[in-house]
Every structure is written in C-alpha cells, then in structure tokens.
C-alpha cells in the first residue's frame, strides 16, 4: 500500500498522484491519500516520515515559503522545525509517498518510481 501526503493546490502533487495512480493501475495495489492541509500530520507521523525519508527535518521543509523565515527557522533546531511542520503544515514539502518502509518527496515526480 502506497501512502501519499497530496495537497490538491500544487501541481507536482497531482502529477505525483497520476503517475502513483499509473503505477498501482498496474500492480493493484492500494492508495492511501493524505491531504495534509485538511488533516494535519501528527508530529510522531513527521518523524516516522523523516525516519522513512533517511534525512533531517529541514530536509522535508518548504525552506522557500515565505513562513518559514518569518518563524526564523533556518538555524532552528530538530524538535522546533518538526513542530512547526505541525502548526504550520504548509511548510512540509509535497508531495511525500510513502510504500510503508521508505518514502520519496515528489519533486520531481519521478523520484517516486524509486518505490516501484
């Protein structure tokens, strides 16, 4: 089962979940989506996620959004960003997919195929 953390606004969220959509069309498995804006991730999900992404939490940041240098979090440290990614779900970088044991950001889109 694929896990996808979608924000319907953004573009290479929904091409990510066409070329998800492609991929399980195929093997028949099953996709979870996630809209992240909706229903906010709890912080013990960030952290799974970044255990499953293998990288820190700046490195799942939208480090280009304009929130992010108004909470000044750009030598914030570990806890204090993933709980800003909590308050502040906007500032996690999308698309995230997730196959249960490792999980790929969506940017390009094809960094997913990684997971196939």
Do not use: W
């Not at 492609?22 to 906010?40: A, D, F, N, R």
């Not at 108004?70 to 909590?86: G, V």
């Amino acid at each position: 089962m694929f896990t996808i953390y979608h924000n319907t606004r953004c573009s290479k969220s929904r091409q990510t979940l066409t070329l998800l959509e492609e991929h399980t069309k195929l093997s028949g498995q099953k996709i979870s989506v996630v809209e992240y804006l909706k229903k906010p991730i709890t912080i013990e999900k960030i952290k799974y996620l970044l255990s499953q992404l293998d990288c820190s939490a700046i490195g799942m940041m939208r480090t280009k959004e304009p929130l992010f240098k108004q909470l000044n979090l750009k030598s914030a440290d570990e806890y204090t960003l993933i709980k800003a990614m909590f308050d502040n779900p906007k500032l996690i970088e999308r698309p995230i997919v997730s196959n249960g044991y490792k999980a790929i950001i969506g940017r390009p889109p094809e960094n997913i195929n990684t997971l196939f």
